[in-house]
T-cell receptor, first 113, second 110 residues
């Protein structure tokens, strides 16, 4: 069966510091991968998605970037965090063809001080 | 106006009650998803549907494409059903991008 791992679970970072959140999927190959952010009191917002290694689509302009160095690894990064980057970040995967359910990691709660 | 609207925003019920959460959308869709977010933040996919009705245990999801409306029903509710329920749609010809409602916070009291 497929599993998705996301870490760390919580993170407290100062403004201006770098960020690296990692997500890995096991038990499948060539999944679609997604990064979402859930700001306080707001719905989930798609940040990035990837349909293959090195293929990243950005949904909203922002202070973040994503990379997919391996088939089942998806990384969310920032060079300098802003206060507005605080939120709950979720990684998800789905099979690639057609409409498919998305399967979510447990999320990372990021607080910027 | 959000493309996906959920109601109610908050719902409190007594154990055993029948619960309905509604979702309306304003765009053409290829599929609609119901998700459950637990207090710790983890999200579980409950249903994906594009027509008709699906049932899993005490959960039932229906969709009316013509009316652009979906409902999630919980029969014989239990305190462990307490969670945020989120409606999301695949729209705009995209198989990947989901547009989410803001969620319905359900609290079931014993």
């Amino acid at each position: 069966s497929q599993t998705i791992h996301q870490w760390p679970a919580t993170l407290v970072q100062p403004v201006g510091s770098p960020l690296s959140l990692e997500c890995t999927v096991e038990g499948t190959s060539n999944p679609n991968l997604y990064w979402y952010r859930q700001a306080a009191g707001r719905g989930l917002q798609l940040l990035f998605y990837s349909v293959g290694i090195g293929q990243i689509s950005s949904e909203v302009p922002q202070n973040l970037s994503a990379s997919r160095p391996q088939d089942r690894q998806f990384i969310l990064s920032s060079k300098k965090l802003l206060l507005s980057d605080s939120g709950f970040y979720l990684c998800a995967w789905s099979f690639g063809l057609g409409n498919q359910p998305q399967h979510f990691g447990d999320g990372t709660r990021l607080s910027i001080l | 106006k959000n493309e996906v609207e959920q109601s109610p925003q908050n719902l409190t019920a007594q154990e055993g009650e029948f619960i309905t959460i509604n979702c309306s959308y304003s765009v053409g869709i290829s599929a609609l998803h119901w998700l459950q977010q637990h207090p710790g933040g983890g999200i579980v996919s409950l249903f994906m549907l594009s027509s008709g009705k699906k049932k899993h245990g005490r959960l039932i999801a229906t969709i009316n494409i013509q009316e652009k409306h979906s409902s999630l029903h919980i029969t014989a509710s239990h305190p462990r059903d307490s969670a945020v329920y989120i409606c999301a749609v695949n729209s705009g010809g995209s198989n990947y991008k989901l547009t989410f409602g803001k969620g319905t916070l359900l609290t079931v009291n014993p």
